[in-house]
Nanobody, 117 residues
Framework: QVQLVESGGGLVQAGESLRLACAAS????????LGWYRQGPGNPRELVAT???????NYADSVKGRFTISRDNAKNTMYLQMNSLKPEDTAVYYC???????????WGQGTQVTVSS
């Protein structure tokens, strides 16, 4: 079963940037439904951004123009570049993927992002 490991979270001030990484244990070409999700305090988990095998992207309205999702197939890694961070972006960020072989969805363990005002 594929494993996903996030990194790059931390504490920043409003207006600053962070880049999250999600390293997969296998080739990204064996996965689909790649995406980043987040769960803030007291809130349900929500979609942040997705990216297809062909590189097409989709974003939540709340992050459009500030966040960029990307993938490096050679490194089996997906990224989330987050610019102009706001306090309301504070959440645990998770990456997600689905195995094309088993159709099973896998989540990473999450990485905390805290934005102070």
């Amino acid at each position: 079963q594929v494993q996903l490991v996030e990194s790059g979270g931390g504490l920043v001030q409003a207006g600053e940037s962070l880049r999250l990484a999600c390293a997969a244990s296998g080739s990204l070409f064996t996965l689909d439904a790649l995406g980043w999700y987040r769960q803030g305090p007291g809130n349900p988990r929500e979609l942040v951004a997705t990216i297809t095998t062909g590189g097409s992207t989709n974003y939540a309205d709340s992050v459009k123009g500030r966040f960029t999702i990307s993938r490096d197939n050679a490194k089996n890694t997906m990224y989330l570049q987050m610019n102009s961070l706001k306090p309301e972006d504070t959440a645990v960020y998770y990456c997600r993927a689905r195995s094309l072989a088993t159709m099973r969805i896998t989540w990473g363990q999450g990485t905390q992002v805290t934005v102070s005002s």
